[in-house]
């Protein structure tokens, strides 16, 4: 891969160290939790939003997963009562993935884990320094990605 741009040579690493550190999550969430990183990422989101409340389109994106493969997920969590589903009245044709009192709970505990997961594949191999360095970067990148 030498001989290979340099940016190709950016994207390879990014998506190889992505693809480690998200194996690593994904065994031991599924493992020691018994929830996917996806779940795990979903109750985050949810956690995290206004009223602890997304519309389904914006989970979605924020995940980076398709309608459909959004509203699998989202079967899956209803079915832990994880979260529920709610139409706005003024737009029935949408819905809103809110986060239940169990789906914090679950979030909470699993939460645990999969930060001493993340502290252990990127702590022990960057300073922080680098952590800031690399932030900045994505950041940049993640960004850029946004007004295309």
Known sequence: MSNAPLTMITWV????????VRGDLTRRMETECGVSV????????LSNAPERRLPMAELADRLGLSPSATTRLVDRLEERT??????PRENRRTANVII??????????NN??????????????LDAEE?????????????????S
Not at 13 to 20: E, I, K, P, V
Not at 131 to 147: E, F, K, P
Request: charged content about 25%.
């Open 13 to 20: 690493t990014l998506h190889r160290a992505h693809a480690r």
């Open 82 to 87: 994880w979260v529920r589903r709610e139409s």
């Open 38 to 45: 996806l779940e795990h990422g979903s109750l985050y989101e």
């Open 100 to 109: 239940t009192p169990d789906g914090r709970r679950a979030y909470v505990r």
């Open 112 to 125: 645990r884990l999969f930060t001493a997961t993340v502290e252990e594949a990127v702590a022990a191999h």
């Open 131 to 147: 952590m800031s360095t690399l932030i900045s970067l994505l950041r940049r990148l993640s960004a850029a990605g946004a007004r």
